[in-house]
């Protein structure tokens, strides 16, 4: 099975700038995470998709937005891009059922520099 | 609001000696908790949860619920452990991950 693919791999932006990333989850995963890494926060929880509906959303601002395609797909989108968004972007897939120790597949992630 | 905490940052040891890295959580409703490893190069991937409780790698992890501990533990440390751990807690139903800020093992020859 193909793993979680992100695109692009690397994005260099400036500021007030807006910003799509990608991510396709492993072929028949429903559920699609994003994630910010960066050296100073760690990992953080942006939202979860399932089905084309966001399920779980963690507290960043509404400049950060994504959503989800039928064949399962998902787009983040940043408006507005500040210095403090250069990080780490990474989605994780599951198969996105009942059981809420569902694992999670995570891709390479997309490196966003703002300028 | 739910937090895990991974209060090394780095913990260095030799091969074959004992390593224990520290998970402790703060969360009211009942966890689920899991450690995850990212070696060189690689990508994130889950190691083990406690749900399952099993061994992978040789590595345990115990949940304490008075403690509020997920520990992770290997008897004998090898080289090819070294990597970064990170400890995470999954609440709020479905995907809601809380990562701690990770530990980086280092396993000197």
């Known amino acids: 099975k193909a793993g979680v693919t992100q695109t692009p791999r690397y994005l260099i932006k400036t500021r007030g700038q807006q910003v799509t990333l990608s991510c396709s989850p492993i072929s028949g995963h429903r559920s699609v995470s994003w994630y910010q890494q960066t050296p100073g926060q760690g990992l953080q929880f942006l939202f979860e998709y399932f089905s084309e509906t966001q399920r779980n959303k963690g507290n960043f601002p509404g400049r950060f937005s994504g959503r989800q395609f039928s064949n399962s797909r998902s787009e983040m989108n940043v408006s507005t891009l500040e210095l403090g968004d250069s990080a780490l972007y990474l989605c994780?897939?599951?198969?996105?059922?009942?059981?809420?120790?569902?694992?999670?597949?995570f891709g390479p992630g997309t490196r966003l520099t703002v300028l | 609001a739910q937090r895990v905490t991974q209060p090394e940052k780095l913990l260095s040891v030799f091969k074959g000696a004992p390593v224990e890295l520290k998970c402790n959580y703060s969360y009211s409703g009942s966890p689920e908790l899991f450690w995850y490893v990212q070696y060189s190069r690689q990508r994130l991937q889950l190691l083990l949860r406690?749900?399952s409780r099993e061994s992978i790698k040789g590595f345990t992890a115990d949940l304490n619920k008075g403690e509020t501990s997920f520990h992770l533990k290997k008897p004998f440390a090898q080289e090819e452990d070294s990597a970064m751990y990170y400890c995470a807690l999954n609440s709020g139903g479905y995907q809601k991950v809380t990562f701690g800020t990770g530990t980086k093992l280092q396993v000197i020859p």
């Open positions: 406690h749900i």
């Open positions: 994780a897939s599951s198969l996105g059922g009942e059981l809420i120790t569902d694992t999670q597949y």
